[in-house]
């Protein structure tokens, strides 16, 4: 098992999000916390717990800074990294949450459609 610190991470977004040096590793993460979401909402969840699902990870990342040198702050501590962690959790992870939101929400309205319509295939067939 490897570890993964964030410097690396920031590497591979920055990297992914300028087209310089994608990573095929952010991608699946994304997907990955999209996925969640969206079987969460699918099985009657709602949109604070995916989320909350989608925003914790992004939380954990931005906290992995405590306890680094930066710059121009010196080393990070909690209050700092606090702060990252919940602005990179709401502007990264809010979007995936409620994008795995709607798209379960969909998923379920479709799945209850084509259920409610075999059902009343059949009972019209049995009649």
């Known amino acids: 098992m490897t570890t993964t610190s964030y410097r690396q991470i920031e ?61 121009y702050y010196g080393t990070v501590g909690i209050p700092d990294a606090t702060a990252i962690g919940l602005m990179i959790a709401v502007v990264i992870g809010l979007p995936l949450g409620v994008t795995g939101f709607l798209i379960g929400t969909g998923l379920r309205h479709m799945w209850g459609y084509f259920e409610m319509r075999s059902g009343t295939d059949e009972a019209s067939r049995q009649a």
């Open 11 to 71: 590497s591979m977004a920055v990297g992914t999000w300028t087209g310089a040096n994608p990573e095929p590793l952010v991608f699946v993460s994304v997907a990955a916390i999209v996925a969640v979401a969206t079987l969460f909402t699918g099985f009657n969840s709602g949109l604070i717990p995916a989320t909350a699902l989608a925003m914790a990870p992004t939380f954990g990342i931005g906290f992995a800074r405590y306890g680094l040198t930066a710059e």
